[in-house]
């Protein structure tokens, strides 16, 4: 694939991230939801580094910095960061199978990968704000809130409709996602 076709990709599968966040179902028709439409949406991990870095400066404090130091801390919350993206689709795929929706596991973690950015430009976003301290604490703790809200109906929205499932099994699969990453977060920080 040329760099190109890559770009056209990428503002592709932000387009119809964009639209599923609007509840728009067509935007499914934005990704590419075979085995190495899969593989390429890895990508979105390595785009999306940058803002996992610029959220790990705003949330490690000066004093967790001079005790384990850069290297240490780059390190391990970059280890965290790739076992996530990769821990994530090995977790759901028998979870596919076992609601007979494995022929739809590449679309949804197709979908699910690019949907990553726009998710994580959002907390950048309300973390600048929160670090420029423009708004009073509870205001930004409020935003903070229903961010996070939004984004686990914006996943659930997109479990339900990209593997066709229940509500029920929507919620699973976004309840799976976020007690892994509230573990793999904790392991990493007892690390530094």
Known sequence: MTATAAGVEVRLALRGALRLARG????????????EGF?????AAFIGYPFYMALLLMRVSD?????SGLF???????IAYVINWAAFPLIILPFCRWLDRERRFFGFMTVYNWC????????VLIGFE??????????TQAIQIVAAAAVLIYEWYIARVALETTATAATAIVLANLVLGVAISQIADGLY
């Open 24 to 35: 728009d179902r067509r935007g499914l028709a934005c990704f590419d939801p075979s085995l």
């Open 39 to 43: 593989w390429r949406s890895f990508r």
């Open 63 to 67: 004093a967790e910095w001079d005790r």
């Open 72 to 78: 240490r801390i780059l390190a391990v919350e970059t």
């Open 116 to 123: 990553q950015l726009p998710e994580m430009a959002l907390f």
């Open 130 to 139: 929160a670090e420029s301290g423009l708004l009073p604490p509870g205001t």
